[in-house]
């Protein structure tokens, strides 16, 4: 039956491009990528011309953004070019580049409905799981906006439906692939090195692995992928004469410290919930378009923020709805399957850490919670081990409510869009 499954899978990534690929075309007809700090702070010109050209803000926070596709695109615009198929290759990059986010974000929707199959779910189960992952408010934000978060997120995702597939001996282990994964994760935020490691631990140790071994090999994993990600990126600012990364990196750590408190603590518990369901997002003066000078060069003055947010008494009921929801799917999976164990371990883990990381760092929690949604959705495939039917029906409702709720909240981000265009 797996064949079916492949081509539901395949039919689900290409609905989902479908749209992604519209709603982007809408982001683009209203000009958001056309300044910073539009959608919860992303910055989609800097992030376009570095996935289209390799340049741009250069920093190793994003080590490899600037060549991984800019390379090939490159390659394609000059044989366009030498073909007389094109005579602008500068547009053509950029055209090509605008269509990343959405492909990527595509690809991770039947990843989602391939990892609900490796642990035994029911079809609606895995639509719902599906769902979740790619229409659930961060991803579905995110989705299409030519940034690095849809990028992280097909690539964690697949690690975690990796490791899935692994602990349910559904293909071999191979620590290439491991590396390969920890490469491109590292290469697109290079934080998340240590979301990977976290996985591949607990993945080889719940595989009954011996723990010093186990430790040995994710230390050399980090390392390696750590180095080949930043040897790439200098190497490469060399090739395209660009500003040496490190001192524009060691800049922006700066500018994002911050001291932890409980606050943050409330706010990142908020932002697990928000990322699946959210309310509609604060609109604030957009900074890069206050001054006279600014304006001549931004088109919109509006920007949207879930970090300003007050924490009401909604907002506790959201977050006890969610996690509660995902706690109970940690238990069932880790109660329903010994083989799911290990992956519930490093799903926690991954929440803790983020928590943890983005206490002192970031102030835009929806911006940042692609980095997590990957392990909170695998907490609630946890419902679908060993599962009934009902229990897929019920993830399947929370898919289809999460997508409904993100259509709302960015139908009214258009809307706000088109009065400030007015």
């Not at 395949?10 to 007809?29: E, F, N, P, R, T």
């Not at 490899?64 to 596709?69: E, G, K, R, V």
């Not at 790619?134 to 934000?141: I, M, T």
């Not at 597939?165 to 998340?192: E, S």
């Amino acid at each position: 039956m797996w064949g079916l499954d492949a081509r539901i899978a395949l039919a689900l990534s290409c609905v989902s491009l479908l749209l992604y690929g519209w709603l982007m075309l809408l982001w683009k007809s209203h000009h958001v990528f056309a300044q910073d700090n539009i959608v919860f702070d992303a910055d989609p010109p800097s992030r376009l011309s570095q996935l289209a050209h390799g340049w741009g803000d250069h920093t190793l926070a994003h080590p490899i953004l600037p060549y991984i596709f800019s390379v090939p695109f490159r390659i394609i615009a000059a044989v366009f070019l030498k073909v007389h198929l094109t005579d602008n290759p500068v547009q053509l990059r950029e055209g090509m580049a605008v269509w990343v986010a959405p492909v990527c974000s595509a690809i991770k929707v039947g990843i989602a409905y391939a990892t609900g199959q490796m642990i035994g779910a029911s079809r609606r189960g895995s639509l719902g799981l599906a769902l979740l992952a790619g229409f659930s408010l961060a991803p579905a934000v995110f989705g299409s906006v030519p940034e690095h978060h849809a990028l992280s997120a097909l690539v964690l995702t697949a690690t975690f439906g990796w490791a899935t597939a692994v602990r349910f001996g559904l293909i071999r282990d191979r620590y290439a692939v491991w590396f390969v994964l920890a490469f491109l994760a590292t290469g697109l935020t290079v934080t998340n090195v240590v979301v990977v490691l976290i996985i591949y631990l607990a993945s080889r140790l719940s595989g009954g692995h011996e723990w010093r071994r186990a430790l040995a090999a994710a230390a050399l994993l980090g390392i390696l992928s750590t180095a080949t990600a930043i040897g790439l990126s200098i190497a490469g600012a060399r090739v395209l004469k660009e500003p040496a990364p490190m001192e524009t990196t060691a800049t922006l750590a700066n500018s994002y410290t911050r001291h932890p408190n409980v606050e943050r603590g409330v706010r990142y518990a908020a932002a697990l919930a928000t990322s699946l369901i959210g309310p509609y997002p604060a609109t604030m003066p957009n900074e890069s378009a206050l001054t006279p000078r600014a304006k001549s060069a931004n088109q919109l003055n509006v920007q949207f923020s879930y970090d300003i947010l007050p924490v009401t008494a909604w907002t506790w009921t959201r977050i006890a709805l969610i996690l509660g929801v995902a706690g109970f799917g940690a238990w069932h999976g880790w109660r329903g399957d010994v083989r799911f164990r290990g992956l519930v371990v490093a799903a926690l883990l991954v929440l803790a850490y983020n928590g943890v990381f983005h206490s002192l760092w970031g102030t835009e929690w929806l911006l940042y919670s692609i980095h997590w949604h990957s392990a909170l959705l695998l907490l609630l495939a946890g419902w679908l081990v060993g599962s009934s039917k009902s229990n897929g029906s019920i993830l399947l409702m929370l898919g289809i409510i999460s997508a409904a709720d993100a259509a709302l909240v960015i139908r009214e981000m258009l809307v706000a869009l088109e009065r400030v265009a007015r």
